[in-house]
Each structure stands twice: as C-alpha cells, then as structure tokens.
C-alpha cells in the first residue's frame, strides 16, 4: 500500500461504534486526534470523514476567493480549475458518509467479532455489490433527480456536516434488514432497494449542493479577523 494510501484511507469513513455519537466530536481534527489518544483507542482505526468534508469545504471556499480577486485571465483560469477540482473531491466525501456502510465497522458484512442476535449478513462482498453493482443495475438519474432538495445556505457547516453523518449511521441497520429481504440482488431489483440507495444520493446530492453555495456565498464575505 502506498504512503497516499495510507494516509487518505481514513478519510473515507468514521467508525460510529468505536467513538460513539457523532454529535460529540470535536471540530478540529488535532483535538479529535489527542482525544482518541486519550481513550486509548487506535488512531488509525476510527476514521476521519467528517473532517475530510469540513477540511475540503474550506478549501473550496478558499478557491472561490482566489477566483474572485484574480487579477487575471491566467490566475482566473487557474482558480476555476481548482475550484472545480475540490468541489469534486468533496463530493466524493460527501456521498461516502451517506453510504451507511462507510459510518461503521460493519462496511462490508456484519463482522465476525460482534453481536449479531438479528443474524445480519456477513457477506464479505456486499459494499461493493450495495454501492456498484446494485446501483449500476437499478438506480437512473431521473428516480434521484426527483427526491432532490433546492440548495440552501447552511447556518453551521460543522453541524450540518454532523447532522449528514448521523443520519447515514441512522441508516446502517435499516439497510441490513432490507439485504436481509433480498432488496439489493442486482439481478433482480426491488422498488425498496432502489428507493432506499435513490434517497440516500439524494441526501449526498442536497447536502453537496447545499455546501458548493455555502462556500460561494461564503467565499463574496470578509475573512474573519481580516479588514
């Protein structure tokens, strides 16, 4: 494995259980790191996605800014390749912590070291067949397009950040007993398969869209503790 490898592969997910609630974690990413320290729980091991966003939308809000007071074409064209750049990295943050499986421990069946009394699957290949293969075969633009919500600003980005990871936990157990049905074969899709995985890229889709005005919005407005 790589050295990038090593070092984003935490950025993709946050194991809810390991922690406990979302709402509780701190807003810096140092300070999330000394109390994990202190707890003594591995490093490594718990997961960083919520600062991945956080860190990500700052970034384009930055690029926003540097598009703005670009003094020319070149330093424009410059910004809005960047821009467009991060945005498309905080997309595929945002998507990965509505992906219920990406906010647990049990990413890719239930694991063998945890109390499974609801006899959940334990199907090693079931993220790829969730998030590619079942979504490929049954879910289309238009059925997404449908449940999607207009952009707005959003009042406390770390909060709603907070909010959109604790809703895709909420997640975890109700998609498990929908696999429990058969709802994700890709051979053969079902109306609460496709609606469940539909509304959740729509949650991502609001929530991403929401973040992209935010930080334009944001980007037009004064640094604070700068004249």
């Known amino acids: 494995m790589s050295a990038m490898n090593i070092t984003q592969a935490a950025d993709h997910f946050f194991d809810s259980e390991l922690w406990g609630p979302i709402a509780t ?4 990413r140092y300070a999330f790191l000394e109390k994990l320290a202190a707890r003594k729980l591995e490093l490594i091991k718990v997961g960083y996605l ?11 809000v930055n690029a926003f800014r540097f598009w703005r007071n670009a003094k020319t074409p070149e330093e424009r064209e410059s910004a809005r390749a960047n ?8 997309g595929h943050y945002v998507g990965d912590a509505s992906q219920p499986m990406h906010m647990s421990i049990h990413y890719n069946g239930w694991v063998e070291t945890a109390a499974n009394p609801k006899n959940y699957t334990k199907d090693r290949g079931l993220h790829g067949r969730y998030e590619t293969a079942y979504v490929n075969a049954a879910i289309e633009d238009s059925i997404v397009r449908r449940k999607l919500q207009p952009p707005q600003r959003i009042a406390m980005v770390w909060d709603s950040i907070k909010q959109h990871l604790t809703q895709g936990f909420a997640d975890l157990e109700p998609m498990y007993e929908l696999e429990k049905t058969g709802e994700f074969n890709p051979e053969q899709p079902r109306a609460k398969g496709t609606d469940f995985i539909a509304t959740q890229l729509a949650r991502a889709v609001t929530m991403l869209s929401n973040l992209w005005y935010t ?6 407005e004064a640094v604070p503790g700068q004249k």
């Open 25 to 28: 974690i701190e807003p810096d």
């Open 83 to 90: 821009a467009v750049y991060v945005a498309g990295v905080l």
């Open 215 to 220: 930080a334009w919005l944001e980007s037009a």
């Open 50 to 60: 919520p600062y991945a966003i956080q860190e990500n939308y700052g970034k384009l």
